[in-house]
Structures are given as C-alpha cells and as structure tokens.
C-alpha cells in the first residue's frame, strides 16, 4: 500500500465520436498524498473534468484509456464493480460545477443526502436522515429544511447540499470540479470558507478543478497548469504564481485584470484555444507560443524538475 | 399545494365552460328541425308549434342554453329522438362497460409498456431497446379500425379462442381490450424509454452514480420516478380519451358502450345524444387529466410550485 | 448542421431509409400505375363478384387483388383510395402547419394575455378526444369533402400550435431576436426572419407524424362512413364493407389493412429518423 | 468627477417592477440615476438578482420602465414618437453575455453582419457587403468567414462578430451586458483590448455590466455597485476601489479571491445567508440583514439616503464613514498578525 492516496500514470484518454478523435487528456502525471490540496486548473476544453471523472471509473462508453490511475495502490480501471461501488461516495467523493443540475430534482434534499450513507453503511433509514440533517447543519443549512425539494434552494444553497452530499462519508480524496463557479463572489467566499475548514477538520485531501487562479491561490498548496490535456507546469502554488515559467501560465497571469496596482493593458494570448480533435503532434502550445523553436514542433516536451517545488514542460525555458 | 389545486379546479372549469357552448351551439347547427324529427312524418303544422314550445325551442337563446346547463346538473340530457327516452338514462346504461373496456387496457398497457420502456431506455442499442422500438413502430402505425378486424379474423374466425361479437363471460372482453391496449402499450413504451434516455443524460444521475449506487438503484429509483412524470401524462390523456378509442372497437366486436352508441346515434341523427356524448367524454377528459395533474405535482414537486 | 451533413445523417439512419423507400414505393404506386391498371374502381360487374386474387398471373390486366361484392377490381379501388387518403392528409397536414405555426409563434413571441387566450383555446380543443369531435361536427354538417378536410385539419391543428409555441418561446429569449429588436426590426420580421427559420426543425418533425395520425382519423371516419362518401374508395371504407365478408373472403380486408398499416408505418418511420438525424445532440 | 457638460446619457429615477401577481411585484430596478459622459464608460456591478440587466434593457428599451426618465443629449427618449425611436436605434446598441445565443445558428456571419443595413436601410442593396467589410477590418474579423455559420466560430470570435454587428450603425452608446464573462481568460483580454481600443478611436459610451470586479476595474472610468435593485455606490474607479465606503461594496471587494495577496491571508469579510427576495421587500436599507456593521439607524424603515460624500462618490449609508474606518483597521492589524 503506497503512501500515496492517488497516482495518475502517464494517463491519456480519447473520446471518438461520430466524425473524429477527441484527444481530451494526453500523457498526465499527477500524486496526491493523503491531506495534500491540489489545484488543477486551465481552460475550457484543457480535460479537468474528464481526469475527474476518470478517476471514478465514470467516463462515458465512447472514452478510450490509456495509462493508469492507482487509488492507493490499486488501478480503478481493474476494480470490480462493487469495489468501485465502495469507493465512489465513501473513499472518493466529487462536487459538481452547475447546483442546478447536480440535485435530482423530484427528491427531497435530505433522502439525497440519506441515500449516500445507506449506500455505504446498512443503517435504518430514520438514523441516515437524522445524520443527513446534522449534515446540513454542518454546512449552513437549518436542519427543519431537510424534506424541502432543491429547485426551493438557491444556487449557493445547493451547492452546499452537493457539498454535504460529498462528506457524508468521509471520504479520504474529494475532487471539487469547479464548485463555485455557478454561483455568486460573495456566495462563493462562503462555500470557499466552508470548504476550508471542512477540510482542516476531517483533513481530506482535495482536487480542486477550475479556471479561477484566484481560487487556487486561496485554497491549494501545489497547483498543476494543464493546457489541452496535458500539464504543462506543475509545482506550489506560491513559487509557480510568483515565479511562472511557461510561455502559456505567464501569459494566462498577464491576461487577467487585477484588483489593485495600475491598470496597465492586458496582454492576450494570441490565436485560439487549441482544437481537442487536431492537436500539434508536438508541443500543444507551440501554435500560440512566440518562443517556439523546431523542437517545440517535433516532439512533446516532458516534464523537467526547476526545483523541488516547480516543474515545466517546456524546451525553450531550461 | 393548495394555491396550485385550486388554479387547475379554475382552469378545468373554464374548458368545461366552453364545451358546453361548443356543443350547444353544435346542435343548432344540424339541419331540420328537432320538434319534426320529434313527431311521427306529417305531423300537422300546429303540432309542431306545440312541440316546439313543449322543446322551448322558441325562448332565446341564452333561456335555452341556461335551461340546457340545468339540465346537466339534473342529469336531465333531454330527450333522444331515436330511443324517445331521457338521453341520461341510455348512457347511464351503457357507460360502464366502455368505463371498463377503458380501464383494463389501460391497466395492461402500463403493465406491459412502462418496465419495456424504462429497460429499452437505460439500455439503450441494446436488443430490447430495438425490440421495444419495433413494438411502439408497430403499435402506433396499428390504426384501430385494422387492428380490431385483424384481431377479430385471426383469434375469432380462424383460431377461434375467442368469441367475436357481443357481451357476456370475460372472454368477450379479451379481443376489444387487446385492440384497445397495444396503441396505448406502443405510445407508453415510447414515452418511457425517450424520458428515461433524457433523464440517464442529466448532471445528477452522474452524481448518482459518483456517490457510489448501483446501477439497478439508479435506474429503477432514481431514473425512474424522473421518467415517470410524462408517462403519467401520457396515460391521463389516453385514459381520458378512452371514448374515442372505443367507438371502433365497441362497434367491430359489438359491445354495448357508449361508443357504440355514438355510432348508433349518428346513423339516427339523433342530435340530443350526439351532443351528450360529446359532453359526457370532454368530461371524462378533463377529470381525469385533473387528477393525472395532482398526482404529477406529487411525483414532480417543480410543476406545483411555479 | 448544413445540408451535406444533414444528408450523410439521413444515409446512416435505418429509419429514415426504410421510412422513405416505402413511401415512395406507395407514391409510385398510388400516383402512377393506376393509369395502368385496366379496371376502374367504381365500376361495377355483377359477374365478377368475389373472384380470388390472380396476382400478377395476368399481369396489370387481370384482377390483381380479386374483386369485390359488386365485382369492383380490388386493386384499383386500393390505389384509388390511397391516393384520396394520401391527397387528403397532404392538404389537411399542410393547413394544420400553417394555422399551427402561425398562432404558435404569435403566442409564443408576444406571450401574456395573447399567449393564454391562444392556449386556452388549444386546451378547449383539445378537451374533446379527437375522433368524437371529428364524428359530431360530420354528424352535424354533413358527410362532403371540404367537411371532412375543415374536420380533420379542426381536430389536429392544436398539436403543432402547441409544438411552434414551445420553440418559438425557447427561441424568442435567445439574445440574437433581442439584437434584431435593438436594431429595430418589427415584430413581423423577428418572427417570420429570426424566429421560424430556428423552429423548423421540430416542425418537420411533427409534420411527419400529423401525416400518419391523420390517416388514422381519415381510416376511422370513413369506416364509420362518415368520412370518404362510397362509391369514392378509401382505405377506410373498403375494410368497413370487407368486414362482414371477410369470414370467407380475407383479401378483402386484408389489402386495405396492410396499405394503411405500410402507409402509415412508413411515416413514423420518416419521423423518428428525422428526429435523429436533425437533434446534434442525437449521436448517430 | 462628471463633467456636467460632456453628459451623453442621464438615467433620472429608473424604476422597473414586474407585477407577478395582483399584490406581489418584483422590484429588480428600484429608482436608478446616473449619468455617462460621451467617451466613457460606467461600469455596473452586483451579484445576481441585483438587477443590473434588467437596467441594461431598460436602457435599450427591449422592455418598457415602470417609471423614471432617460436623457440622450437632454432629451427623454422615453417620450419620443414612433419614428424617431427607430432614429435612436442607430444611436444605442447592445452586446450580449452568451456567444453561443447572441448570433442567429441560421444565418451566415455576413447576413448577420448586414441586417442592421437591411433594417435600417441606410445605404443601397450593393453598397451593404462593402459596408460589412469595413466592419470586419474593424474588428479584425477574417473575410472567409464571413459566409460560416456561427457554430463553426469559437466563443471568442462569436463575441467580436456581435460588437461588429453593433457598431454597424456607428452608435455612440453601447450597453454591454457581461461581453465576456463566459470567454475563457485568454480570450477575454483580446475582447476587452478590443472595445477599448474602439472606445479611443470613436469615442463611444459604453455602459458596461458584469459581476466580475477586476474587469469592471479594469475598463470603466466610473463604477457603481448595486444591491437587490439599488444602487449602494457609486463613484470614480480608482476611489471606489480604494477608498470603498459602502459595507456591500467593501464586503464584495473582500470577497473576490486574488493572486496578488496569496502571501498573507487577505482581510476577507464572510456575509452570512443569501440574497434576500426582491419581491416586495420591505422599507429601509436593504442590506440591513446581511450587513455586518448595522447601526440604530439602519433598522428603522427610513431609507437610506443616496448623498454625495466626497466629491463625485455618493454612498447609500447612514454609516459610510465609520464603515470605511473599520475596514482599514481591520486590514491594518490583520496585516499586523501576520507579520508577526
């Protein structure tokens, strides 16, 4: 049994659809150790969600795999279906991005958060609805609200459903695939807060997807920078923000407006966000990348070690 | 809950309202006139006058129509030309058997369709998601008037299992229901298996299934109470339409429902029945798509609050 | 999805293929060889009652189909009635569209007090089931042609209004119909420029399936001989005659059965394979 | 500062209820006024449900006012006549928030791009696709595109086309409804870039609405905050972003996570429960449950008044001074703690 809670292997997956190959995630390298919070961010169409899903053994028929993804130890590609059964909800636990859609909507938030529990643990139904309503009470919810339906929530409120959802287990990884950002800046500084101390309370470690660097700054010690499916910087989240490395995590920093100091001209990151079903054979960025040389065109650069908390993909840098 | 209640009682009452003007004014537009049909051939011209006035068909039009809603509540339909009885009293004859026609095959095509629809939905490409497309196909290109005489050739005439026309034993049942059924088994698979695939494409079933249920719970408990909402619809209207459906078959195999008797009353040109009938079912639709809401606001909380 | 897409879609599905072979199968059929045959469906040959079927044996000369008991050529009665039924579902599913389409999106665009009046209405419609109503207005005013066309269009034009108005909703709190009025443009032309070409897809769809419901009621009403008026064929009233000698002679019933049951098959065929092929979200 | 003179738009008492039923309304927009000067641009920020949209159509007249005034050059164009509101479509265009539904999926790029000629036929037939080209070298839009459908465009291109279908009439006021809040980061900067560049070059307004701080910082010369229908604050960008005064506004500053402070924590203010219902809601601030320094004043049913505090930056707060004073406090010894 590795220390490592999570090992993601040299992990590529290709959905193929009716007119063409979309290469979502390729050649991914990622560890969590148990209590660790790392944040995977990048934009639309980088592949988050589908390492997400991945990782619970939830990608679609069309998904083909390659590589693998241990959870403490072992593959959950290989898993029997009532292994995965066990892990998914109790050892592995996800947050869902849209409140909206994640709730089902003809039941009653408690028994959603009841079923959770009698999934995992043969308890009567009475004493899994009385743990789903300190659940809620946990998160912010009056316990009284249990038998109300979602669509009588607000979008913040359901996250937090989502979220007690999540934890009724506790499990040992949640993976929150851009919780908060359905919702409202100061409605997420709640859930942000939240999140915060649930996780300092059960020490779980965390997955945290989004394209907000904001978040991870707040919430992640490593960050991971992914681009079209791979991960092309990779380190803590202080050394990585600080000190970027990546012609695209730069230029990414540059783009964004900020709160405070001069309001100086927002650098753009020219050309389009790179096409899952044609991707470069070399580096992904290397169309948009100005300090690309042939190298860049010809071969995938891996990943090299700066120092013990930053590494990069990337020839033209080291 | 209340609030939504009384707003569908309101709607329910409105249609209701102007059917009532539909088929009242339906009737003034027959040719002839009722007081003659009324009478034996060459009834004198002052008899008709009588019986004119005895019909009121002489006051005004909203005395008559006023007169024509009493005599619903009264269950007074007026009187049918053909039978020269209370137009009430024939259909509270008849009634029940079309009452039961309806409700068997509406019990047996759910039987049948609902799990045939959830299985082809969750299973989708599968063998008995083609099969189930193949028996809604069949089903819905099955018009009534074909099926109840090919029923009627294969399991009366030729296999003879079963007894052709009339009522009696069950077993003259058998054949009408069937006819009945499969159209409505056919549409009701239909519906369950396109809402069960939108339903498995939903956010929260992934959630589901991420939260560590099995596939069986998800499909059977969590998918299913989604998928039933448009059944349910489906079925309250089919439920409800159950006359229509019933003219055909009650006329090929020859049972005595008001069905039939629609038929019989538009041979006769019996006018007061026609538009009795009329009523008698746009009532029945209304009602029971009355309920099949109330019971569709309990499964799916959304429809009763907005 | 442009058109070479939509087509190389329409290929892929079983559906939509086998759905428009027969069709056009019955289009020849029902359109071209009945200048061919060498009997005419009304006319009668007391002779010649209930001769059985002889196929092809004498080609399009002899009674394909048999005769019926006035001794009429079954099979030329059989196409001549198609082509009634099929010309009749033509014209009253082209008059449901335009009076479905034209109310839906006027109810769907201005919505408020027009919407509900117009959905009011549809509910009234819709209160009476379908065949009752079609029965009691022909009861009521007589058994012609143009009756039976106001009747069936009357009795089914709520489905596509109902269908148009969704859409046309979904479509009208798009921003793109907010851009045009920001620009300017008049009602008339948000709805007939912006908004039908966006809800044509769900339109076509429904056509295809109003054309075999329409079938169906035609088939009904003309059993009950309140539709089309004999010695006129339809499909409807050869099986209503067939029926009390089919005991001994099955054809009689049997070709009108399988025709409208092929007719009207092949158009759900058409119908599920266009909902496939024109929803991207359809995985084909 | 506003330079009275230079005013291009004046919204005066805005109101917009929407009647849900016979007693409830909704009070999305509840007696709004400010003024933009020609050249500049206003930035609107609030959460949802703040109704900072429903301004944003009132403006463009998409859906009538309840009440209040709106002045183009001095004149209430909610009081003119049929034909000379069809003038002022010229004059005030509008850009959407979703890329995916603000272009017709039926039309080509071109088609779309000359509607606005079409319908308001302001030049002949063949001089419309010369007009459509100087449009795109405007925006820099590809001439090959123009005969593509919208679904083959990206989201960021897609937005280009519709600020180059608003600018086909050559407006001097554009309401832009959050342009680019569902853009991926790197392509939210060329489109912000763009509209800024636009606004030197023909000197447009732009009344500009988002939820995101750093882009309404980054692109407005004055910004006002809204709260469930009110406007909280309102004032020049570099003063109201330092100099915040109202405990909404200072609340969401806090609120929004940031890169620049990840070193120590940032003073964050927590507001407890949710956004209060907009219908009918009751007399008073309407903060006043959420607030997290509510004085007496604040629970009595008087609404606070809207004054100007310092010049040109006016706060809807019967406390506004002591709010900002406890803010500093709080980041100075917050900032203290840590160094320790």
Known sequence: MSDKLLEIKDFSVKFSTEYAEVFAVNHVNIEISSGESIGLVGETGAGKTTIALATLNLLSKNASVKGDILFKGNSVFSMSDKELRTMRGAKIAMIFQNPLTALNPVFTVGEQIAMVIRAHENVSRKEAMERAKELLNMVGIEKRRFKEYPNQFSGGMRQRVGIAASLACNPELLIADEPTTALDVTIQAQILELMKQLQQKYSTSLLMITHNLGIIAELCQKVAVMYAGTIIEYGTVKEVFSNPLHPYTKGLLNAIPKLEGERKRLEAIPGLIADPQNLPVGCKFEPRCTKCDDRCKEFMPSMVKINDNHYIACYAVN | ?306 | MNNSIIWKRMKRSPFFMVGLIVIMFLFVMVFIIPSFVHYKPTENNLMETFRSPDWLSKGLKGHVLGTDELGRDVFSRLLYGGRYSLMIAFIVVFLQIIIGTVLGIVAGFFGGIIDSIIMRLCEIVLAIPNLVLAIAIMAVMGKNLSNLIFVLTFAGWVDSCKVTRNNAEVVRSQDFVRASTALGATNSRIMFREILPNITTPIIILASQRFGFTILLEAALSFLNLGIQPPIPSWGNMISAGRSFMAIYPWLVFAPGIALMLCILAFNFIGDGLRDVLDPKRKM | MIDKKNVLLQAKHLKKYFKLSRKSYLYAVDDISFEIESGKTLGLVGESGCGKSTIGNVVMRLIPQTDGELLYKGKDIFKVDKNESFELRKKMQIIFQDPYSSLNPRKTILQILSEAFVIQKVCSRNEIKKNVLELCDIVQIPHNLLNHYPHELDGGMRQVVGIARALSLNPDFIVCDEPVSSLDVSVQARIINLLMDIQKKRKISYLFISHDLSVVRHISHRVAVMYLGKMVEIADTDDIFRNTMHPYSIALLSAVPTIEKFGENKTRILLQGDVPSPINPEHGCRFVKRCWMTGPKCHTSEEPPFKEVESGHYVACFYAEKARMLMNEYTKNRGKINND
């Open chain 2, 1 to 306: 809950m209340g609030h939504f209640i009384l707003r569908r009682f309101v709607q329910t009452l409105i249609v209701l309202f102007f059917v009532t003007i539909f088929a009242f004014f339906l009737i003034r537009l027959a040719p002839g006139n009722p007081a003659i049909m009324m009478l034996p051939d060459g009834a004198p011209e002052s008899a008709v006058k009588e019986m004119e006035i005895k019909l009121g068909l002489d006051k005004p039009l909203y005395v008559q129509y006023y007169k024509y809603i009493k005599g619903i509540f009264t269950e007074d339909f007026g009187l049918s030309t053909a039978y020269k009885r209370s137009v009430g009293s024939i259909i509270r004859a008849r009634f029940p058997y079309s009452a039961k026609l309806a409700i068997w095959s509406v019990l047996i095509g759910c039987v049948i369709a609902i799990p045939l629809g959830i299985i082809a939905g969750s299973r989708q490409g599968s063998a008995t998601d083609f099969f189930a497309m193949m028996f809604a196909l069949l089903g819905q290109s099955m018009s009534p008037v074909w099926l109840s005489v090919l029923n009627m050739l294969v399991f009366g005439v030729w296999l003879k299992w079963l007894p052709t026309t009339g009522t009696g034993s069950y077993k003259h049942y058998i054949l009408p229901i069937l006819t009945l059924a499969y159209p409505m088994a056919a549409s009701i698979a239909r519906i369950g298996r396109s809402g069960m695939i939108d339903t498995l494409s939903e956010d929260y079933i992934t959630a589901t299934y991420a939260r560590g249920l099995s596939k069986f719970k998800v499909n059977w408990k969590y998918a299913f109470r989604n998928a039933l909402v448009p059944i349910v619809t489906l079925v309250g209207i089919q439920m409800g339409s159950f006359l229509a459906g019933t003219i055909i078959v009650e006329t090929v195999f020859g049972v005595a429902g008001i069905g039939q008797l629609l038929n019989i009353a538009v041979g006769n040109r019996d006018y007061a029945l026609v538009q009795s009938l009329l009523l008698i079912s746009s009532l029945c639709f209304v009602v029971i798509n009355f309920i099949v809401d109330i019971i569709n606001s309990f499964i799916d909380p959304r429809n009763k609050l907005n």
